[in-house]
């Protein structure tokens, strides 16, 4: 199947139940483009980093190893690519004041190994699978076709991704990973229902 044919929705598929996004949130977001973007460098800044972390963390497991060497890559070329947009709109970067949405999942990755492997990697995959969907809603309201097309292949990228640490997820605990990916999907609204609607990409 061509990439371009693949379903608007797979992060709803059955291993990573995530419901849809307030639809309030596309609005917010339009209507605050630099906020969003500006945003949106740090979470690419911090998903290379996180995928740099599992390697400092499990440098043992040699497809981890390959597979986030590959994925800190795309990540670190999104930043680039997010750079070159807001330069175009002459903004310029602020500082990362957090990310809510993201601590609170992380409150929920157990201590002890071998849960926290898991709970690593599914965490990972709710972001870019939540990601994944906010950036696919940016790419089919942005008025701006090359804006529009940039983030149609970002939206593209963090989907695979998401597919990325759900395989490694399956590889790390073959019997009890899908159990806990529909737990963290329900964590996840859970945090979500409580977060605030903003012009952020969480
Ligand atoms: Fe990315
Ligand atoms: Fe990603």
């Known amino acids: 199947m061509d990439l371009d044919d693949a379903p608007a929705v797979p992060f709803l598929g059955d291993a990573l139940p995530l419901v849809a ?31 740099l972390s599992l390697i400092r963390s499990y440098p043992e497991r040699s497809g981890l190893v390959a597979a986030m060497a590959r ?4 990540e670190t070329r999104h930043v680039v690519q997010v750079a070159q947009l807001m330069a175009k709109r002459d903004q310029t970067a602020s500082y990362d004041h957090g990310d809510d949405y993201a601590k ?11 849960e926290r492997l898991l709970d690593r990697l599914l965490v990972f995959a709710v972001i870019e699978a939540r990601s ?27 989907v695979r991704h998401r597919d990325v640490f759900l395989s490694l997820a399956r590889d790390a605990a073959p019997t009890t990973w899908r159990a806990r990916a529909v737990e963290l ?18």
């Open 104 to 114: 609170a999942l992380r409150d929920h990755i157990r201590k002890r190994e071998p």
């Open 71 to 74: 994925l800190a890559h795309d």
């Open 132 to 158: 994944a969907e906010r950036l696919r809603l940016l790419a089919d309201a942005l008025a701006d076709p090359k804006v529009a097309a940039l983030y149609d292949s970002l939206a593209i990228a963090e």
């Open 185 to 202: 999907a329900a964590i996840e609204t859970a945090i979500l229902v409580d977060h605030p609607i903003a012009a952020r990409i969480h």
């Open 21 to 51: 996004s307030d639809p309030r949130w596309i609005a917010v977001a339009l209507d605050d483009l630099d906020a969003v973007h500006a945003d949106h460098l740090h979470c690419e800044r911090k998903a290379a980093q996180s995928a």
